[in-house]
């Protein structure tokens, strides 16, 4: 149980052009959702958090209107690239937890983009 | 605030040794949850264990053990009889009871485990 599938699992665009990422939660219902993004050979960086039904949360440092966060149902949450340039080229990976005390995170596979 | 570190950045060995990766925490809270997540080259990540801050007990899980001492605020990870499969990034992660889950990574190690 506790599935996290992302779609895509890897993308390239040109520079300019916006991407979509979806996180699904398959077997659950995700009250709130976690978006990571990881450079190579580097750790896990929080950009932002998300309850279902109200805006995202982000980190100190990533830009909001730039990195586009919807959590429009319990088992969905998107992240759009908006205007995006070969440095937003990165690992998004998303996590899912049924509760703010459930006490885990289930992630899901990741998604690299690459912007051309 | 809370902080991981994981002061190995790379660590080799040759299969059938045994390897022990390090992971020290910080945190003020009184309860909370420490994380061993295996990230393969595909990236995809995998849970290891979560284990709470009141429960000290060494765990071991096949060829995978977990020492976690609050008095050191350290929670280290051996590998017993190292294969080549075992090779991948080791995160430790830290999650405060009352930060909604919010995890803490710590910067990773390296494990290569060589013929």
């Known amino acids: 149980g506790a599935v996290v599938s992302q779609h895509p699992s890897w993308v390239i665009c040109k520079s300019g052009t916006s991407v979509k990422i979806e996180c699904r939660s398959l077997d659950f219902q995700a009250t709130t959702m976690f978006w990571y993004r990881q450079f190579p050979k580097q750790s896990l960086m929080l950009m932002a958090t998300?309850?279902?039904?109200?805006?995202?949360?982000?980190e100190q440092g990533v830009e909001k209107d730039k990195f586009l966060i919807n959590h429009a149902s319990l088992t969905l949450s998107t992240l759009t690239v908006t205007s995006a340039h070969p440095e937003d080229s990165s690992f998004y990976i998303c996590s899912a937890s049924s509760g703010p005390f459930s006490g885990r995170q289930y992630f899901g596979p990741g998604t690299r983009l690459t912007v051309t | 605030a809370q902080k991981v570190t994981q002061a190995q950045t790379e660590i080799s060995v040759v299969e059938k040794e045994d390897v022990t990766l390090d992971c020290v925490y910080e945190t003020r809270d009184t309860t909370y949850y420490l994380f061993w997540y295996k990230q393969p080259p595909s990236g995809e990540l995998v849970f290891l264990i979560r284990r709470n801050s009141f429960d000290e007990q060494n765990e071991i899980s096949g060829r995978y053990s977990w020492n976690f001492q609050k008095s050191t605020s350290s929670f280290n990870f051996t590998i017993t009889a190292s294969q080549v499969v075992d090779s991948a990034v080791y995160f430790c992660?830290?999650?405060?009871?009352?930060?909604?889950?919010?995890?803490?990574f710590g910067t990773g190690t390296q494990l290569k485990v060589e013929l």
């Open positions: 998300s309850n279902e039904g109200s805006k995202a949360t982000y």
């Open positions: 992660a830290l999650s405060e009871a009352g930060g909604g889950n919010k995890l803490t």
